[in-house]
């Protein structure tokens, strides 16, 4: 069974840069997708970044393009999100999430298991 644990989150300012590690235990195929949400108070989950996890493609939501970059270590079996010039609203709690197949990356419901989720909050 596989089990995901996020870190990296905590308190940044505005324009700052934060990793987030998503570190996967137990059994991996390489035929698996990855990817991160976040859901700030109030708000709906929000699709961030995917990966396919043997060829590397990635995908992001349009609020976070240019800034945030994910990616992968397979020999490490984790993921991360490298969130640069980080702003006010991206302030929530970030899960990673991995699912079975490469369909509906963006779509948190298409996903099979989730982490329990990191806090970053940016300041202004």
């Known amino acids: 069974q596989v089990q995901l644990a996020e870190s990296g989150g905590g308190l940044v300012q505005a324009g700052d840069s934060l990793r987030l590690s998503c570190a996967a235990s137990?059994?991996?195929?390489?035929?698996?997708?990855m990817g991160w949400f976040r859901q700030a108070p109030g708000k709906e989950r929000e699709f961030v970044a995917a990966?396919?996890?043997?060829?590397?493609?990635?995908f992001y939501g349009d609020s976070v393009k240019g800034r945030f970059t994910i990616s992968r270590d397979i020999a490490k079996n984790t993921l991360y999100l490298q969130m640069s010039s980080l702003k006010p609203e991206d302030t929530a709690v970030y899960y990673c999430?991995?699912?079975?197949?490469?369909?509906?990356?963006?779509?948190?419901?298409?996903?099979?298991?989730w982490g329990q989720g990191t806090q970053v909050t940016v300041a202004s």
């Open positions: 137990g059994r991996t195929f390489s035929g698996y997708a």
């Open positions: 990966i396919t996890w043997s060829l590397g493609n990635t």
């Open positions: 999430a991995l699912k079975g197949n490469s369909i509906g990356l963006q779509q948190g419901r298409s996903y099979d298991l």
